[in-house]
């Protein structure tokens, strides 16, 4: 299927899917989506109207009590015949993922893989959700605790990981037993879209998973406001996940948060720099640097804070960047305009308060939201793009001298994501690891995420875990059950 083939395709898709069927939105506004790499109209999808989310709404209860009913084996079974179903379409959900959002079509087919292993994984844990047994004081009674699934779920999930962060939320909630209403990024609904279509093709009742694309505000607002949505769970913005924490507080409703965050990176004097910078820049510039948890700002000692730059910019030079299609591409663009000139304007006022420019800082091509791996040196901390996310092929260095002026100025912010240390010292490792505000921390790596561990953040970046048993949890209920003899 060429790009033309997924143009068609989507022009023609039916992006809502309530109560197991699949249709156009009713509401008055649109969406767009965009190809990146060309910035060529892809489709124009119908919002979701306040009467297709009612009617959601009404199926998401009745799929709850429908899939609830199932025992844990017979969901794990529908869950794995889901992650089967990704894998026999992978072809062509990642041809959809690379049109939609812009990274090289082998960056979009792992991801189709780790949403399939993401479904297997919550599949077999949900199997393990098990009560217990605990003491009593009074003769003749026995307390037990029973493990319930919480209820319908909304699920929000942004553009930089579409269908991987969209099978962690919904494999977890299907897992424990409730019902989702998934609501994808605007920007990237058709890679979503697919997986949805093989959850309920394995076997979901109908409206135990529902799909919604619209207005984020009104869809947001009319989920968290109904009686029927029982937890939410949101990946994206600071600013955006305060207001949702807001609403759900109004309501006394849980919510999980995985927020922005501004992942430091400390490198030591004793650290193999070689090691660190291939481990660091495979991840720098994969998906064009838009990753939550991207090591950001980068803090070497000073005395190899010089070779640190010249190979980091040595690997920043090789990379190559174009379309995703383009099997030579190793990066590709941006996934928006506005991410795009973000990133032009941190670099821009970087250079302005005195970093020094060693290579990139540029868009790359006439067409398309390109622009070229950059490394900063000499970025002073009060520098935008030291307080700021850059979420793009941004790398900003600066010397320190101690370790504890290290670990301090990472610590400098209020979000807490993810940090990364680099040392031989198991003494510094020890501090790094204890000491960086972070809700998950790389010591001489930078593999964080994966379907058996808890992810999160602290302080700004959220609350609240994703995957591991942790994630499960949060989806369930526990009933303390008194028995007297």
């Known amino acids: 299927m060429d790009i033309v083939d997924i143009r068609t395709l989507a022009d023609a898709a039916a992006l809502q899917c309530v109560a197991g069927a699949w249709r156009s939105g009713r509401g008055g506004a649109e969406t767009q989506v965009v190809d990146p790499a060309s910035e060529a109209l892809l489709a124009r999808v119908p919002a979701a109207s306040a009467s297709d989310i009612g009617e959601a709404l009404e199926a998401a209860t009745a799929g709850f009590d429908a899939w609830r009913r199932r025992t844990p084996l017979e969901r794990a079974g529908v869950l794995r015949r889901g992650a089967a179903l990704l894998r026999a379409r992978a072809g062509r959900i990642a041809l959809l993922l690379t049109a939609e959002q812009g990274k090289p079509?082998?960056?979009?087919?792992?991801?189709?893989?780790?949403?399939?292993?993401?479904?297997?994984?919550?599949?077999?844990?949900?199997?393990?959700?098990?009560?217990?047994?605990?003491?009593?004081?009074?003769?003749?009674?026995?307390?037990?605790?029973?493990?319930?699934?919480?209820?319908?779920?909304?699920?929000?999930?942004?553009?930089?990981?579409?269908?991987?962060?969209?099978?962690?939320?919904?494999?977890?909630?299907?897992?424990?037993?409730?019902?989702?209403?998934?609501?994808?990024?605007?920007?990237?609904?058709?890679?979503?879209?697919?997986?949805?279509?093989?959850?309920?093709?394995?076997?979901?009742?109908?409206?135990?998973?529902?799909?919604?694309?619209?207005?984020?505000?009104?869809?947001?607002?009319?989920?968290?406001?109904?009686?029927?949505?029982?937890?939410?769970?949101?990946?994206?913005?600071?600013?955006?996940?305060?207001?949702?924490?807001?609403?759900?507080?109004?309501?006394?409703?849980?919510?999980?948060?995985?927020?922005?965050?501004?992942?430091?990176?400390?490198?030591?004097?004793?650290?193999?720099?070689?090691?660190?910078?291939?481990?660091?820049?495979?991840?720098?510039?994969?998906?064009?640097?838009?990753?939550?948890?991207?090591p950001s700002r980068f803090f070497v000692q000073r005395a190899v804070a010089g070779r640190f730059i010249e190979a980091y910019?040595?690997?920043?030079?090789?990379?190559?960047?174009?379309?995703?299609?383009?099997?030579?591409?190793?990066?590709g663009p941006l996934a928006n305009r506005r991410r795009r000139d973000a990133v032009e304007a941190l670099v821009a006022d970087a250079r302005e308060h005195g970093a020094r420019l060693v290579c990139g800082g540029h868009r790359v091509g006439e067409r398309g939201w390109y622009y070229a791996p950059t490394v900063l040196a000499d970025v002073p901390d009060d520098a935008h793009v030291m307080r700021e996310e850059p979420f793009g092929p941004v790398v900003p260095v600066a010397a320190f001298d101690t370790l504890d002026e290290a670990i301090a100025r990472a610590n400098a912010l209020d979000v807490g994501l993810a940090a990364f240390g680099y040392t031989r010292s198991m003494a510094r490792a020890r501090r790094l690891g204890n000491e960086l505000r972070a809700g998950a921390v790389g010591l001489n790596c930078v593999t964080l995420m994966q379907p058996e561990t808890p992810f999160g953040g602290v302080r700004d970046s959220g609350f609240g875990r994703e995957n591991g048993s942790e994630g499960l949890a949060s989806y369930l209920s526990v009933r303390t059950v008194a028995t007297a003899a």
């Open 105 to 294: 079509l082998a960056e979009a087919q792992r991801e189709v893989e780790q949403a399939a292993d993401t479904l297997e994984w919550h599949a077999d844990e949900g199997r393990r959700v098990y009560g217990r047994v605990i003491g009593s004081r009074w003769p003749g009674t026995q307390f037990h605790t029973q493990p319930e699934p919480i209820g319908p779920v909304a699920a929000f999930t942004p553009w930089n990981f579409p269908l991987m962060l969209s099978a962690i939320k919904v494999g977890a909630a299907l897992a424990a037993g409730c019902a989702v209403i998934l609501k994808p990024a605007d920007e990237t609904p058709f890679a979503a879209a697919e997986m949805v279509h093989c959850l309920n093709d394995a076997g979901l009742p109908a409206g135990a998973l529902q799909m919604l694309v619209g207005v984020a505000g009104e869809i947001s607002s009319a989920l968290i406001a109904s009686e029927a949505i029982r937890k939410v769970s949101f990946t994206g913005s600071t600013a955006v996940g305060r207001l949702l924490a807001a609403q759900c507080g109004e309501r006394l409703k849980p919510i999980t948060l995985e927020l922005g965050g501004h992942a430091p990176v400390v490198v030591c004097d004793d650290a193999d720099i070689d090691a660190a910078v291939r481990s660091l820049a495979a991840i720098k510039f994969r998906n064009a640097g838009q990753i939550c948890a991207n």
């Open 313 to 331: 910019a040595e690997a920043a030079r090789e990379v190559r960047v174009g379309p995703g299609t383009d099997p030579r591409t190793t990066m």
